[in-house]
């Protein structure tokens, strides 16, 4: 059965670093995009990030480049989000989704992903 395990958020001041977890089941994450996605409060949900297939090409919402850097580690079967430097604007529910498609990119809507998992709440914060 196909999950998406996100973990890693919590509370953090302004300029802190975070980093969260995407852990996969039930599927090889290298064969797949993975994204990241948040979501605040009274907002619609924003693509932040997205790693293509098998070591393939990344991409970053303008919001957050150069704070943000996403990474997998294939033993583990998980995607990465490092951030740093945190601003409050970066408050959200962040998830991780897979585009089910093997040998998938980060194009179109949503990068093109298709399932995703619960989220984790990143709060930024004095």
């Known amino acids: 059965q196909l999950q998406l395990v996100e973990s890693g958020g919590g509370l953090v001041q302004p300029g802190g670093s975070l980093t969260l977890s995407c852990a996969a089941a039930g599927f090889t994450s290298d064969y797949h995009a993975i994204g990241w996605f948040r979501q605040a409060p009274g907002k619609e949900r924003e693509g932040v990030s997205c790693i293509g297939s098998a070591g393939g090409s990344t991409k970053y919402a303008d919001s957050v480049k150069g704070r943000f850097t996403i990474s997998r580690d294939n033993a583990k079967n998980t995607v990465y989000l490092v951030m740093k430097n945190l601003k409050p604007e970066d408050t959200a529910v962040y998830s991780c989704?897979?585009?089910?498609?093997?040998?998938?990119?980060?194009?179109?809507?949503?990068?093109?992903?298709?399932?995703w998992g619960k989220g984790t709440l990143v709060t930024v914060s004095s």
């Open positions: 989704a897979v585009n089910r498609l093997r040998n998938s990119w980060c194009v179109g809507p949503n990068y093109g992903m298709d399932f």
